[in-house]
């Protein structure tokens, strides 16, 4: 998984799987694009206005979480 950020535009993308297959973009709503394939297979996540979905949560800092070990790592966005 890589979560890429552009500046420029304020989009956020979170990459799944590189893009192996043809994928639809579809709109789940004016912040969220989904690519898939026609397998199903969700390849990426697309936010726009980026700023406002990331750094609302966890006061500007991306928290990954490995539930099996139990580990934590932050990364300040801001």
Partial sequence: MKLTYD???NIAYIR???KTAQVET???SEEL???MAPD???YGIELLNANDQ???VDQGK???INEA???RQEIILR
């Fill in 7 to 9: 500046t420029r535009y």
């Fill in 16 to 18: 799944l799987h590189e």
């Fill in 26 to 28: 579809i709109r789940v």
């Fill in 33 to 35: 694009n989904v690519d």
């Fill in 40 to 42: 199903g297979t969700i």
């Fill in 54 to 56: 990331l750094l609302g």
């Fill in 62 to 64: 991306l928290v990954i």
């Fill in 69 to 71: 070990r139990g580990d």
